[in-house]
């Protein structure tokens, strides 16, 4: 299984909603995907790394990521995504997941 | 002047057709399987009218492979009328030219074969028909000539025990033998007493016992260890925002996921809204396995099936309260009758769909895929004839804002038909579009309508990871479209929602997010299953429930 990886910045609102710690959620199990959530410090920008068997989707990647961002002003972050096969109802409920966790 | 006119020539032809069969049908009705070829050949003639019995579960195969073996040449043109074509050889005698002209209803695995038919001109399309439609056909314009029908047993006397896969056997062969027509049986076995007589003998004219069993598929057991968060997440949804909103008692889940998540959370997340005989009292279903937790929880005080499934008899054999059984104890499942339950005494169905359009139209069909429909248009539909009361369905209908423009001021419920489906399906295909597939497919197959599975204007619910659409609440069209919008996720057609009206329609209770609901999504894990595994399930049923093989991974 050939991997992709798509790469690409978010700039946050400017609402600065920021982590405190590092998060973990899901499984790259058949139709799910891990998200790790990582505070950084160097700009305030997110950061965003995906790991994906399935091509051809970059636009729709970002669509589900910067809805996320927009809805909860965050920045200053890097968000590593390994995908197997997830939907993108998956994939939002795995960043609100992880977010909550982070926040928790 | 008058002329002598004859008025039972039907029955004078079905007498000289089963004269030239005599040879082959021996005491108790009985004919040998190697004779059945020959059978066949006697009793049907070019041009008949043929039911092959086959509905998504039982089916009549060795007569439909019988049928394939007779000479084209000599039997031609027949004009099949039945629910189903999933065999290869339902299709197979289309391209030998044994039948021409194809009235069903669903297709199942065949769909592609069906679509490449009618357009290369093998299949001469009458309809595609939902159940209770095709069944009414049957004793109007399209009843049979002759029938071949399965059962499980029959005696020496050709009595049929057609027991807990009954299904559509008591429909066809009403229709058929009280208009002087054939009905053939093939039967797993033949025994010298049955466990009961679901068709007497003088119904039927011939029994084959089948060199080997009838097919029959699983068709409604789903595993609980590939319900995904996100189903757990829909089915949240469901059971808050409209199962508890609702109070809805009378219902029927469709085939799939969603369903099969709500009924393993009922138990848990169900109790904990306080829904316990609330809500799902009285049921619609075939047995569904994932049924079995909230069933042993005491949710449930009514199952009627269409047909049965595979693994369950004992369990439902144990639980005769619930379902509805024979002086034999096993299930008694009929389709035409589940239908008109399903059609006129339920509050609500809910099930799942490939493509819902921009204003709410559901299909599942594809653009090279004549699948047809299975129960969902019936259930998934406002029956119109329907006249009693019950409290859900009277509140689907008060909050109808434009009710009056139709009746004025009189009163008037509505079923709730609700749509459950993640914005993007299998492959990341997109279910909410802005033209279904079934335009296409119509073109393709030159169908006369594209085949939708239900209209917008019956479905009153849609549900998706985004929230529920309250489409019933919707006073006009804009107002319907702009909560499909809200509902559609990051498809193109969701990319169209305009943020300050989905926020207007949320403050108008016409669409609620999980947060609108106080849903939180964090809870939308497997640990909220009453049953993580089929193993689970058969610990629950006590050992009753017996999976097949291929679902046994332990």
């Known amino acids: 299984m050939s991997l992709e990886t798509i790469e690409f910045t978010v700039a946050g609102d400017g609402r600065s909603v920021s982590l405190s710690r590092r998060a973990h959620c899901g499984v790259v199990g058949s139709g799910d995907l891990e998200v790790l959530l990582e505070p950084k410090t160097a700009d305030a920008a997110v950061s965003v790394r995906i790991v994906t068997p399935v091509k051809g989707f970059d636009a729709l990647w970002k669509r589900v990521v910067e809805h996320f961002v927009a809805e909860t002003g965050l920045s200053g972050l890097s968000i590593d995504i390994n995908d197997n096969n997830a939907s993108p109802a998956i994939v939002a409920l795995r960043l609100r997941q992880a977010l909550a966790e982070a926040q928790g | ?554």
């Open chain 2, 1 to 554: 002047m008058k002329t002598e006119q004859r008025w039972d020539k039907l029955a004078a032809d079905t007498r000289q057709r089963l004269e030239a069969a005599s040879a082959y049908i021996g005491a108790g009705k009985r004919v040998k399987a190697e004779d059945t070829v020959a059978l066949l050949k006697a009793v049907i003639r070019s041009g008949d009218r043929v039911n092959i019995e086959g509905n998504n579960q039982k089916q009549a195969d060795f007569l439909a492979d019988c049928l394939n073996k007779v000479d084209p040449a000599e039997i031609h043109d027949l004009h099949m009328v039945q629910s189903c074509v999933p065999l290869a050889s339902h299709l197979d005698m289309f391209e030998r030219g044994i039948a021409k002209k194809l009235d069903f209803a669903f297709g199942g695995p065949q769909a592609g074969r069906v679509a490449k038919f009618i357009r290369e001109g093998k299949i001469q399309l009458g309809a595609i028909h939902t159940y209770l439609e095709l069944f009414g056909r049957y004793f109007l314009d399209l009843t049979p000539r002759v029938s071949l029908i399965c059962a499980y047993e029959a005696d020496r006397e050709g009595n049929l025990y057609t027991g807990f896969n009954t299904e559509d056997t008591p429909v066809i062969v009403e229709a058929t033998k009280f208009r002087q027509g054939i009905v053939i049986a093939q039967v797993n076995k033949i025994v010298d007493k049955l466990p009961r007589v679901d068709i007497p003998a003088d119904w039927v004219d011939a029994v084959v016992e089948s060199p080997k069993p009838f097919f029959i598929e699983p068709l409604f057991t789903r595993d609980p260890g590939l319900v995904t968060d996100n189903h757990i997440l829909l089915g949240m949804l469901a059971l808050k925002g409209i199962y508890a909103e609702y109070k809805v008692k009378r219902i029927n889940h469709g085939i799939g996921f969603l369903t099969s998540a709500i009924e393993l959370i009922l138990p848990t997340y169900g109790a904990e809204l306080g829904l316990k005989g609330e809500v799902c009292t009285h049921m619609v279903l075939n047995p569904h396995p994932t049924m079995i937790p909230a069933i042993e929880d005491g949710w449930v005080d009514t199952i009627h099936c269409f047909g049965g499934e595979l693994g369950m008899e004992d369990y439902v054999k144990a639980r005769s309260d619930i379902f509805f059984t024979g002086p034999d104890g096993s299930l008694r499942s009929n389709r035409a009758f589940a239908q008109t339950a399903g059609h006129y005494a339920l509050d609500m169905f809910i099930g799942g769909t490939l493509q819902i359009d921009e204003w709410g139209n559901s299909s599942t069909a594809t653009a090279n895929r004549v699948s047809g429909f299975g129960g969902a248009p019936n259930m998934g539909c406002d029956a119109k004839g329907r006249r009693h009361a019950t409290e859900s369905w009277l509140k689907c209908g008060q909050e109808v804002p434009h009710m009056a423009d139709q009746i004025g001021a009189m009163p008037r419920g509505k079923r709730l038909v609700v749509q459950g489906a993640e914005t993007f399906g299998e492959g990341r295909a997109p279910t909410f579009v802005e033209k279904l597939d079934a335009w296409q497919l119509a073109e393709n197959a030159g169908l006369d309508l594209p085949p939708v599975m239900i209209y917008g204007d019956d479905v009153t619910h849609i549900v998706t990871e985004e929230g529920v659409a309250y489409l019933n609440r919707a006073p006009d069209m804009a107002t319907r479209m702009a909560a499909i919008r809200a509902a559609a996720g990051y498809t193109e057609v969701g990319l169209k929602a305009d943020p300050a009206e989905t926020r207007r329609l949320r403050d108008a209770n016409i669409f609620k997010t999980p947060e609108d609901l106080g849903i939180d999504r964090n809870r939308a894990n497997r640990d909220l299953l009453a049953a993580r595994s089929m193993r689970d399930l058969v610990d629950i049923s006590g050992g009753l429930y017996n999976p097949p093989a291929r679902f046994r991974n332990w």
